[in-house]
């Protein structure tokens, strides 16, 4: 099998993940998530074999794709991804109220806060896995999961 | 909300995002990018050629080629390899369009 079938069947394994995760640090906007998620997976193919097989090829990609979202930043400069209208939710189906409450409160945090906790939490990485995904240190990972979890509990509380 | 509340509540799992043909265009767009890279690739070195063409010694070069013309024309391992060639880069072209094609 070649190179591109094979780079076909990690696309089809690994999208969900990846537009899941990039549809959380653009508050729900699916179609700028999918853009990325699109740049993602070429600069993926591109540089395929720099892939040393250290940690998951899942999260290889999340941290390309946290790259190109952080780049898609710097770009917009006049209307920064932090100020873009809130989306209904990045979910595509969520299951709850509380749910829904959720995303909404997240929309509210920072994206390296929203960063840390997805993926500490939704993606189920540890801490040093996503000190490695966004290029940052240990603490500073560390203390954006603690930050951003006690804003959203705060906010959560403040709505309940 | 308590803190096991708020902890069951981040670490449910993101939605499934259903494909509806994302995994289709990443494939066309990398075919596409591949197909400029191997444009690039095939005509770069013939435009460099042809830009050095007029700084040879034309004279030269014929003379030589008159000697080797009929060397490499009565040549059977130079023909079978020539053909080998041939067909090797056709056949991988035809297997890179099958497979974007699947």
């Known amino acids: 099998m070649s190179t591109d079938t094979d780079f076909g069947a990690l696309v089809r394994a690994h999208q969900s993940k990846v537009r899941g995760f990039l549809r959380r640090l653009t508050r729900g906007d699916a179609a700028l998530a999918d853009d990325l998620a699109q740049e993602t997976f070429l600069e993926a193919y591109r540089k395929l074999a720099q892939y040393r097989g250290e940690g998951s090829f899942g999260s290889w990609l999340c941290g390309i794709a946290w790259s190109r979202f952080l780049m898609e930043r710097r770009k917009r400069k006049e209307e920064p991804l932090d100020e873009l209208p809130e989306s209904a939710s990045p979910d595509p189906a969520p299951a709850s109220a509380a749910r829904l409450d959720l995303e909404r409160a997240m929309a509210l945090l920072s994206a390296e806060e929203r960063a840390a906790l997805t993926l500490c939490y939704a993606l189920g990485h540890s801490h040093g896995e996503a000190a490695e995904i966004l290029h940052l240190p240990l603490g500073t990972v560390k203390s954006h999961v603690l930050r951003g979890r006690e804003k959203l509990k705060a906010m959560l509380e403040a709505e309940s | 909300m308590n803190d096991g509340d708020l902890d069951a509540l981040l670490s449910t799992p993101l939605g499934d995002v259903a494909d509806a043909g994302f995994s289709k265009r990443v494939a066309l ?74």
């Open chain 2, 29 to 102: 767009a990398v075919a596409q990018r591949e197909g400029w890279r191997e444009r690039l690739t095939t005509y770069a070195p013939i435009a460099a050629t042809a830009a050095v063409v007029p700084f040879l010694p034309g004279a030269q070069i014929a003379e030589a080629a008159s000697h080797l013309t009929p060397l490499i024309a009565n040549s059977v391992a130079l023909s079978i390899a020539a053909a080998a060639l041939i067909l090797t880069i056709s056949f991988e072209q035809r297997l890179r369009e099958w497979q974007f094609a699947l």
